[in-house]
C-alpha cells in the first residue's frame, strides 16, 4: 500500500469516500459490459479501495482479464440539491499476498462479517475521480487523478 501525496486531493472527495460503503464497479468480458455492487472500504493514503469478492463472479474474471474498471459511489435522494456522488476509473489488481493481512484488517475493521468469510481482496487503485456535490450549488464539481511516478 504505496502512500501518496494528499495534498492535490480534494477534502470533500476523501470525506465522501470514507462515509460511504458501497461501490458500483462496471467491467468489460467478452460478453460485453457488467457492474456489480460491492462492499468496500476505503484508504485515503493510498487513494484506494479495496473489496472482497469470489474468484468466480462475472466481475471477478473479467478485472482478471483487464484490469480497468469504472463506476460510482452514490447515495439515493429525490431533490437534485442534495446530489452528492463519485464518478471513477481505477485499476483493478487482487492484493499483494505481502498486504493481505494489513488490508483485511482494514476491510474487517468496516465489515466484521467479513471475518467469517474467506474469498480474495482486491484493490481498486483510484485514477481519476470526479465528484458531483449539489449541495454546494447545482453542477459543483471535485476532481482528482492520480499523477504518474
Given at each position: 500500500m504505496d502512500n501518496i501525496s494528499q495534498a492535490?486531493?480534494?477534502?470533500?472527495?476523501?470525506?465522501?469516500?470514507?462515509a460511504q460503503h458501497v461501490l458500483t464497479l462496471c467491467t468489460q468480458d467478452p460478453a460485453g459490459l457488467w457492474c456489480a455492487s460491492c462492499f468496500y472500504v476505503f484508504d485515503a493514503a493510498t487513494m484506494c479501495c479495496y473489496l472482497m469478492t469470489a474468484d468466480n463472479s462475472r466481475h471477478t474474471q473479467a478485472m482478471l482479464a483487464n484490469a480497468q474498471v469504472a463506476g460510482t459511489i452514490a447515495e439515493q435522494t429525490e431533490s437534485v440539491l442534495h446530489i452528492q456522488g463519485i464518478q471513477y476509473t481505477a485499476?483493478?489488481?487482487?492484493?499483494?499476498?505481502?498486504?493481505?493481512?494489513?488490508?483485511?484488517?482494514?476491510?474487517?475493521q468496516r465489515f466484521p462479517i467479513a471475518k467469517l468469510k474467506s474469498a480474495p481482496l482486491w484493490q481498486l487503485q483510484l485514477q481519476t475521480v470526479k465528484m458531483v456535490d449539489n449541495r454546494l450549488g447545482f453542477g459543483k464539481k471535485h476532481r482528482w487523478q492520480r499523477q504518474p511516478l
Open positions: 492535490n486531493v480534494p477534502q470533500a472527495i476523501v470525506d465522501y469516500l470514507s485499476l483493478a489488481a487482487k492484493v499483494a499476498e505481502a498486504e493481505i493481512a494489513a488490508v483485511k484488517v482494514l476491510y474487517c
